[in-house]
T-cell receptor, first 114, second 114 residues
Framework: DQQVKQNSPSLSVQEGRISILNCDYT??????FLWYKKYPAEGPTFLIS???IKDKNEDGRFTVFLNKSAKHLSLHIVPSQPGDSAVYFC?????????????WGLGTSLAVNP | DTGVSQDPRHKITKRGQNVTFRCDPI?????LYWYRQTLGQGPEFLTY????????KSRLLSDRFSAERPKGSFSTLEIQRTEQGDSAMYLC????????????FGQGTRLTVV
């Protein structure tokens, strides 16, 4: 039972355009969400996060949007750069105040073409 | 390098052998986590420590697996009587006491059981 779902295994965009990566979740107890980026042969690197009390968080080229009623979040990368090519994982923290572990999606492989 | 380091990076072992992995977290981080990632999957939580105390273990962690963090610094993960299904990337992460959700990951140990 996948509580965090990334339904697109891969995404390809042109350099300079917007990349939109989507994530859906089923557990209404999740209250903190994170995006990680992973290059081959490296561990995941934290990218951006959002608390459930917000609907948007922005950090440079990266913006995360949260729609609680739809249990959906998305990561926007604008403008996309070739160095953004990586696997992006959506993760959710389980239980407010007891967030000892993250539940991860399967990842979306992003390819940004020059 | 002051990040999370894991040793070895790669390990190939025969089925039935024991293996041990080491993780050195960022020095001021109290929390240390072990995750396992198989091909095409997101990381799955295995266990976590706060200082030297092991506070939670996933049911994924069978009795062949044991993890320690004897002095609240580095940690080891041992797998006894390895099986082919143990083949995976084993990721270690550490985080500051109050900022779990922004854990820093090591590069992982890739285990192949033949």
């Amino acid at each position: 039972d996948q509580q965090v779902k990334q339904n697109s295994p891969s995404l390809s965009v042109q350099e300079g355009r917007i990349s939109i990566l989507n994530c859906d979740y089923t557990n209404s107890m999740f209250d903190y969400f994170l995006w990680y980026k992973k290059y081959p042969a490296e561990g995941p690197t934290f990218l951006i996060s959002i608390s459930s009390i917000k609907d948007k968080n922005e950090d440079g080229r990266f913006t995360v949007f949260l729609n609680k009623s739809a249990k959906h979040l998305s990561l926007h990368i604008v403008p996309s750069q070739p160095g953004d090519s990586a696997v992006y994982f959506c993760a959710a923290a389980e239980a407010a105040g007891n967030n000892r572990k993250l539940i991860w999606g399967l990842g979306t492989s992003l390819a940004v073409n020059p | 390098d002051t990040g999370v380091s894991q040793d070895p990076r790669h390990k190939i072992t025969k089925r039935g052998q024991n293996v041990t992995f080491r993780c050195d977290p960022i020095s001021e981080h109290n929390r240390l986590y072990w995750y396992r990632q198989t091909l095409g999957q997101g990381p799955e939580f295995l266990t976590y420590f706060q200082n030297e105390a092991q506070l939670e273990k996933s049911r994924l962690l069978s009795d062949r697996f044991s993890a320690e963090r004897p002095k609240g610094s580095f940690s080891t993960l041992e797998i006894q009587r390895t099986e082919q299904g143990d083949s995976a990337m084993y990721l270690c992460a550490s985080s500051p006491r109050q900022v779990f959700t922004e854990a820093f990951f090591g590069q992982g140990t890739r285990l192949t059981v033949v």
